[in-house]
């Protein structure tokens, strides 16, 4: 093991202190490469974290920090949300890097704001060759914590009129990786102008947003 990589797994272990709702922890918003649009909801984090500190008593820097899929700066946040429409590309060491933050206590929540699934799923097995996207049984724990979602995910946007999925990735028994499909939550999310969504709709966005949050700070 390089030196660089020993870093980053200390690193990655002090991210277990830090999912302690009290704490003031951040969520941030994973850059990549491959022209995707990751940038593409941004009202969407700061209203969830909005969200999360009111409802669940947390104290979540409000402005979420962006970082790249490379950065040493992956290990300063316990949860990073990825999301957008299209291609999405990782290096050799930018998904080594993705690899060792989700093993060293990391969660990745993916949210496809439709088209991106393809591009997603390759990027992933670049991280985790051995491992295939597992659908979530409506029995998980993600989806039963403060709000209960007796059938999974809640549909957003129709986008090809599918049913919303979750999918996960787990190393050893730890979801490290929670993929939201044919859902839209970050869209959900946005203020409510962008879309236009009902706010009954938003709420349960909302809702599902803040049991993600919950899950990866306390599993």
């Not at 979530?136 to 993600?142: A, G, N």
Request: contains cysteine; aromatic residues 12%.
């Amino acid at each position: 093991m390089n030196k660089i990589y020993a870093v980053l797994i200390l690193l990655g272990i002090g991210l277990l202190t830090a999912f302690a709702p009290e704490q003031n922890v951040k969520i941030a918003l994973l850059k990549y490469n491959g022209g995707g649009d990751w940038y593409s909801n941004p009202t969407a984090l700061p209203n969830l974290i909005r969200y999360c500190n009111k409802q669940l008593g947390m104290n979540i820097e409000p402005t979420p920090p962006t970082v790249e899929v490379g950065s040493l700066d992956l290990f300063n946040v316990p949860l990073v949300h990825m999301t957008g429409h299209g291609n999405v590309v990782f290096s050799a060491e930018e998904a080594k890097n993705m690899r060792t933050y989700l093993e060293a206590g990391g969660f990745l929540h993916i949210d496809d704001n439709y088209g991106m699934d393809p591009y997603v799923r390759t990027a992933m097995k670049q991280v985790f060759p051995e491992k295939e996207f597992i659908e979530l049984p409506f029995s998980h724990p993600i989806y039963h914590q403060k709000y209960d979602f007796k059938n999974g995910v809640p549909k957003i946007h129709e986008h090809d009129g599918k049913p919303s999925q979750g999918f996960g990735l787990f190393v050893e028994d730890r979801l490290v990786c929670f993929y939201s499909y044919e859902s839209d939550l970050g869209d959900g999310w946005e203020d409510p102008e962008v879309h236009n969504d009902p706010e009954n709709v938003r709420k349960k966005a909302l809702q599902m947003g803040a049991n993600i949050v919950r899950f990866a700070f306390t599993q």
